[in-house]
């Protein structure tokens, strides 16, 4: 089973402009969590989708933004870039198990500078 | 608000030594929680635990919960270079399918 794919692997942009990244999900899995990883804060939560539903947002301002399609593939938007975009943007792809609990596979994430 | 914390920050060990990583957790609705090694990029998932006193186990990593004193442990024994890495706890509720994430630490093996 092919794994979490995230595309493209690295993006320069320059401040003000906007970038769209997208996801792949494991086969079989519906939700699709994006997460933003730098080295100041760490994982954090952006939002999650299923069914092509937000279901959960973190605490980011209204230019991070994204969407699910029919086939689970994903996308996220962060427009009017600021330099502290720059981060490695993860996403994650999640199997309900019984009972409910979800394990969350990692792709190989977006490395995202803004210069 | 959910909170996640790892201890320690940092390690440096010699092969062949044991180390354990801790990972308490304050968070509402406790779920599950999980860990996984960061590499390079992408975290890989080691364990879920739900439930309390059940060690998981895979080769030389093992893992705990508590959930009466809200911590889990990670144990790696003889530890070999290629265990080198950012291991993260992270913990999900019954709030949605988010997971909050420790800050990690990293484990540095030398020869």
């Known amino acids: 089973k092919a794994g979490v794919t995230q595309t493209p692997r690295y993006l320069i942009k320059t401040r003000g402009q906007q970038v769209t990244l997208s996801c792949s999900p494991i086969?079989?899995?519906?939700?699709v969590s994006w997460y933003q990883q730098t080295p100041g804060q760490g994982l954090q939560f952006l939002f999650e989708?299923?069914?092509?539903?937000?279901?959960n947002k973190g605490n980011f301002p209204g230019r991070f933004s994204g969407r699910q399609f029919s086939n689970s593939r994903s996308e996220m938007n962060v427009s009017t870039l600021e330099l502290g975009d720059s981060a490695l943007y993860l996403c994650a792809s999640s199997l309900v198990l019984a009972g409910g609990v979800r394990q969350a596979f990692f792709g190989q994430g977006t490395r995202l500078t803004v210069v | 608000e959910d909170k996640v914390v790892q201890s320690p920050l940092s390690l440096v060990v010699h092969e062949g030594d044991t180390v354990t990583l801790n990972c308490s957790y304050e968070?509402?609705?406790?779920?599950?929680l999980l860990w996984y090694k960061q590499e390079k990029k992408a975290p890989t998932f080691l364990f879920m635990l739900?439930?309390?006193?059940i060690e998981k186990k895979s080769g030389r990593l093992s893992s705990i919960l508590d959930k009466k004193e809200l911590f889990s442990i990670l144990n790696i024994t003889a530890t070999q270079t290629g265990d080198s890495a950012v291991y993260l706890c992270?913990?999900?509720?019954?709030?949605?399918?988010?997971?909050?994430f420790g800050g990690g630490t990293r484990l540095m093996v030398k020869p």
């Open positions: 968070v509402t609705n406790f779920r599950s």
């Open positions: 989708y299923f069914s092509e539903t937000q279901r």
């Open positions: 992270a913990v999900s509720t019954n709030a949605g399918n988010m997971l909050t």
């Open positions: 086969s079989g899995h519906r939700s």
């Open positions: 739900t439930s309390s006193g």
